[in-house]
């Protein structure tokens, strides 16, 4: 199984960047996927979280300008991310519970992280 995480880059304050992040391999079925960002000397944290269902769960630092959302038929997860701030650059890292097969138990994968910087 593998993450690839996209959508990455420079934006000025108050812009605006989607990342992507599309699970393929022997995938039986995805439970929660989610985001997660790493800024330089700090350790990962949780950015939002969405379950197959679609129910989110957002940081505080997240909460009214990003938007987490799936296509399940594609394992794909999706970060807007809107009004950024130089506080948000990071390297973001998207996760899946993933599931390979009936009997399998779920366990996390992670993506290769893609980098975020927010400055003028």
């Known amino acids: 199984v593998q993450l690839q995480a996209s959508g990455g880059g420079l934006v000025q304050p108050g812009g605006s960047l989607r990342l992507s992040c599309a699970a393929s391999?022997?995938?039986?079925?995805?439970?929660?996927m989610g985001w997660y960002r790493q800024a330089a000397g700090k350790q990962r944290e949780l950015v939002t979280t969405?379950?197959?269902?679609?129910?989110?769960n957002y940081a505080d630092s997240a909460k009214g300008r990003f938007t987490i959302s799936r296509d399940n038929a594609k394992n794909t997860v999706y970060l807007q991310m809107n009004s950024l701030k130089p506080e948000d650059t990071a390297v973001y890292y998207c996760?899946?519970?993933?599931?390979?097969?009936?009997?399998?138990?779920?366990?996390?994968?992670w993506g290769q992280g893609t980098k975020v910087t927010v400055s003028s």
């Open positions: 969405i379950t197959s269902s679609g129910a989110a």
């Open positions: 996760n899946g519970q993933v599931r390979t097969g009936l009997l399998y138990s779920l366990k996390d994968y």
């Open positions: 391999g022997s995938i039986f079925s995805i439970n929660d």
